[in-house]
């Protein structure tokens, strides 16, 4: 039987970055003995979000993911040695272990062992990053997180669904796949073999990418952009106007929270992160993240000039006449 790699996300680690390079490299005519499950295009979702704020949650499909993990599907003979990969931050959101486990019996069955690979940003470094998804529509994180403008997300309680990594690995992934075939790795650039996430995927599951330049996706807004484009959708204001706004806008600057807020935000998980560090290690030592707060300012203060004030404006007021 073959082999299945499962990459779990988390969020803004460059997971988009990997599945693009699955895709070229896995999908569309690479190794023979290498086969790419594309779970992401829309219509094959195997990970359904639902709700929002404390009643937002995430199950597994079982009959999308009954479709999608089957290997004779490829097309191509399948081998013992072949070796199956995946990838969906998706996974990530999921809080209840019985939709995993129901999905670890099932590909139990169908390969011969299954392998997860999963990388960790501190909390509040993911945090500042995932929650600028709030600017779409509908996305998950707009129904996770919610609409304000501030440059990390307001604490509640229900965050911990998310962010206690602790509770997530070990009392979900690893009761359902066994902690011995889980892979956890910290999303810092001196951990990833050659500095990317793309070569360290590749190092770790046993993917090969002919990748000449590193492939990134998903570049972070500028900091003006993300203001605005918060403050509208706190707004309500209509997304085809605010995608008109944030086009028209040159993007400048950063949008970070003070030293003293990330540090408070971070806070709230130090429970979580000692139970992170018992539970698991990293190059034989407890797992635990940088404790550097050097990305942000000690002030947010005097962040906006008149001239910053003067592009903004221009740029709501000429999108707003364009649609007229």
Known sequence: ????????????????????????????????????????PTGIRVVRTYGKGKDFGAEVLPEIADQVFRPEQTGKPVSENTRFFTSDEGFFWINEPETVHLLAEMLKERFASVGIVCYLRRQDRLAVSHRKQVLGDRLPASRFYGIDTGPLPTYRDHLHSYFDYATKL??????????????????????????????????????????????????????????????????????PLRDKI????????????TRA???????????????????????????????????????????????????????????KLAAK
């Open 170 to 239: 070990s009392t979900i992934w690893a009761s359902a796949f066994g902690r011995e075939n889980i892979q956890v790795i910290p999303y810092e650039r001196s951990a990833l073999e050659g500095g990317d996430v793309v070569e360290d995927f590749a190092h770790r599951s046993g993917a090969r990418f002919s990748l000449k330049k590193p492939m990134r996706s998903n570049i972070a807004l500028d900091g003006d952009k993300v203001l605005v484009g918060m403050k509208l959708a706190e707004l309500n204001v209509p997304k």
């Open 1 to 40: 039987m073959s082999t299945l790699t499962i990459h779990i996300g988390s969020h803004k680690t460059g997971t988009t970055s990997i599945q693009k390079a699955c895709r070229v490299h896995l999908a569309k005519g690479g190794a023979t003995d290498l086969r790419y499950f594309d779970v992401r």
């Open 261 to 319: 807020d990330a540090q408070a935000f971070l806070a709230n998980f130090a429970d979580n992160n000692e139970r992170l560090a018992q539970d698991w290690t990293w190059k034989g030592e407890p797992f635990r993240f940088d404790d550097s707060f050097d990305m942000y300012p000690e002030t947010t203060d005097a962040q906006w000039g008149n001239s910053d004030v003067e592009r903004i404006l221009d740029a709501v007021l000429r999108a």
């Open 246 to 257: 944030m086009d028209t806008l040159p993007g400048t600057g950063r949008y970070l929270p």
